[in-house]
């Protein structure tokens, strides 16, 4: 069975956006749809609200087929060397989620589909989902169906964004995603778009984009799957 191919980018914002410009239209050449990782707030007091360039062209990525996930509120650690949502309670992670959700809904941006910052989120975090509205949670070996409680196990293959950068590591990422599309079934792939600024990390996730393409990986993107209704006889 053909491997799938998923692709993500993290930390978009003005200082990064023409680096995953750029990125994108390598993608846009080899057919691979991308999933996009967007918080409303990032360090350095960046709002996305406040910029429309970065809005407008996540929006037009959208019209063509790439997926919006949301990555967090503000990105800040809740507790000392933990990612935001990391150790959150259900009730201050309902909260963050709404704040996010509603600057999503603001910019035009809104989605269903949620990645913790670092992948990494706490019990509580996964119970606040569903209260917001969320239908898939994307975990750092797990992508959960919150209104099926179904699980599927698929690790992520990263740069930056809570994973390291240097060559070796860049190296063994290509050889593991060579590895798990020879195999089939989910191949993760993220990075982030400040490493992509980079031509050592950009080059590594190239090379893995197109050795698993080269062992037939198809592309997809983070998507949830409404409920078919069955039709009267």
Sequence with gaps: MNAELIVSVSGIRDTTRDAAIEFAAEMDQRDVRLSLLVAPRLKGKYRLVDDPATQAWLRGRRHEGDAIVLHGYDQAATKRRRAEFASLPRHEATLRLKAADRVME????????????????????????????????????????????????????????????????????????????????????????????????????????????????????????????????
Excluded: N
């Design 106 to 233: 603001q910019v035009e941006l809104r989605t269903r589909l949620f990645a913790a910052p670092r992948w990494d989120a706490s019990a509580g975090a996964l119970a606040a989902l569903p209260d917001v509205g969320f239908r898939l949670a994307l975990g750092l070996t797990t992508i959960t169906d919150l209104e099926r409680a179904a699980t599927s196990k698929a690790r992520v293959y990263g740069i930056g964004e809570g994973f390291r950068a240097e060559p070796w590591w860049c190296r063994a990422l290509v050889m593991g995603a060579a590895r798990t599309a020879r195999r089939g079934g989910i191949l993760r792939l993220a990075i982030s778009a400040a490493q992509l600024q980079r031509s050592g990390p950009r080059q590594a996730m190239l090379d893995a984009v197109d050795l698993a393409l080269y062992h037939g990986a198809r592309s997809d993107v983070y998507r949830w799957e409404p409920f078919t209704v069955a039709k009267a006889a």
